[in-house]
């Protein structure tokens, strides 16, 4: 009887359906994205491009397609059965990797720290890295989905290196 009267008293939490979880994850990693491009904003004109430097259209629908796609693989890390303090660690470890995301585009584009953004985003590349790693041995697909996104890191530290050593 006393059990019966605690449950009506603390009723049960219902967990968040996958697709809120999804929804929530993505918007966020989206949300990030966005900030890192309002801190950001344009290339300064003049500067010299290196080869291979796509035209200006191709930044934000890679980068949109991008963030979508590592919202998604924390998606599936998030919902992976493994460990609760283990997921944790995950997302807090995101988290601080999207921290670096956010502020290259602030030291490269607003503040003109060219150099300094090669070393944040080598910093930003180490902690994709090992983001990766994790999602790995957590899910498979995200692992991939990182690897991809990874790539794409090296083509922008390649950009940036480009920029420095020919301005």
Do not use: E
Not at 16 to 21: E, H, Q
Not at 87 to 100: P, T
């Amino acid at each position: 009887m006393n059990n019966l009267m605690q449950n009506r008293i603390q009723p049960q939490k219902k967990p968040l359906p996958k697709w809120a979880i999804a929804a929530i994850i993505i918007g966020i990693t989206l949300a990030v994205g966005v900030a890192g491009s309002l801190l950001g904003g344009k290339m300064r004109d003049g500067y010299q491009q290196p080869p291979a430097f796509p035209p200006d259209w191709v930044f934000p629908l890679v980068w949109t397609i991008l963030y979508i796609a590592i919202g998604t693989a924390t998606f599936l890390v998030f919902i992976a059965d493994q460990d609760p303090k283990r997921r944790r660690n995950d997302m807090i470890i995101y988290g601080i990797h999207l921290f670096f995301n956010m502020l290259w585009p602030l030291f490269f584009f607003r503040l003109d720290l060219v150099i300094f953004a090669i070393a944040w985003l080598v910093l930003n590349l180490m902690s994709a890295t090992v983001v990766t790693c994790r999602y790995y041995t957590a899910h498979l697909a995200a692992g991939i989905i990182f690897t991809v996104y990874v790539m794409w890191l090296l083509y922008a530290l390649y950009l940036n290196m480009g920029v420095a050593l020919l301005n």
